[in-house]
């Protein structure tokens, strides 16, 4: 199922492909964020853009960007037909690149602490204890 996205004039500018794991494309078909379970707007970097209640987004500041037929404040203008899909990268959350971050430093840690352990047996000995 697809929902179309207005501007404040009603001119189609997006839409959110909810069979597509909740994407937001521009009309030309470009990817440009998604909706997590609990309809906050993230970018595929993971950077928390807004929100979407009641058929309208919300920057987080509060302002309203785009509105879908229900909520739009006017008429809504004609829908031309969408452009193919482009790419759409890959998601990201801002808690699963710390997490990535801090599996890496637990990682070398151990490395360092195996590959220290055995040239060193002051070292051995502090890990033994």
């Known amino acids: 199922m697809e929902e179309t996205l207005f501007d404040k004039d009603g001119t189609p500018v997006a839409y959110i492909d909810y069979n597509d794991e909740s994407t937001i494309y521009f009309w030309d078909g470009t990817p ?4 997590d379970e609990d309809n ?9 853009l807004g929100w979407y209640e009641d058929g309208i987004i919300r ?11 229900s909520s739009l404040p006017g008429y809504a203008k004609y829908e031309p037909y969408k452009s ?3 790419y759409k990268p890959y ?3 801002s808690i699963q690149n710390t997490n990535l971050i801090i599996n890496t430093q637990i990682v070398m840690s151990l490395y360092l ?7 060193n047996k002051e070292y051995k000995a502090m890990l033994n204890n």
């Open 40 to 48: 906050k707007i993230y970018g595929f970097n993971g950077k928390h």
């Open 113 to 119: 602490s195996f590959y220290y352990a055995g040239k």
């Open 32 to 35: 440009i964020s998604y909706l």
């Open 84 to 86: 193919y899909k482009k």
């Open 59 to 69: 920057n987080l500041t509060g302002e309203k960007n785009s509105f879908n037929s």
């Open 91 to 93: 998601k990201s959350k």
